[in-house]
């Protein structure tokens, strides 16, 4: 019954993509789903996208990765910190969204039916 939502949103905050994870499982893990197909700047991220393959395919792309590096990482890489500020629409994304009753709770069994609700409560923040 656990289940973990990746989300990537544009500049404005609103939702581009969603994926849905077993709670146990890593963000790295939809990496590279949650940015595929995308033309973009910058990719802003927490320390839980923090990889060296990650930020090359970032890289490669012809973005800037913003990603802050994991503490216990032996070279320290820089980052854009007023870039970085930007994470924050994703975070109000996701308050956005707990504001709809059936997925703060998750009221769906199946992971399709809450993504299905997922997306379109997406559509709804969307709309507003």
């Not at 789903?33 to 995308?38: S, T």
Request: charged residues 25%.
């Amino acid at each position: 019954m656990t289940t973990k939502i990746h989300a990537a949103v544009d500049a404005l905050g609103n939702p581009v993509r969603l994926l849905l994870t077993a709670g146990q499982a890593s963000e790295y893990g939809q990496a590279n789903a949650l940015i595929e197909g995308f033309g973009v700047d910058y990719v802003v991220a927490d320390k839980g996208y923090d990889s060296n393959d990650f930020v090359d395919i970032i890289e490669a792309s012809g973005a800037k990765a913003v990603i802050p590096p994991r503490s216990n990482r032996k070279e320290q890489r820089f980052y854009d910190k007023d870039i970085y500020k930007a994470r924050n629409l994703v975070e109000r994304f996701f308050q956005k969204i707990k504001n709809f009753r059936r997925i703060a709770t998750r009221y769906e069994r199946l992971a399709r039916n809450y993504l299905s609700m997922l997306q379109l409560a997406a559509t709804v923040i969307w709309l507003k």
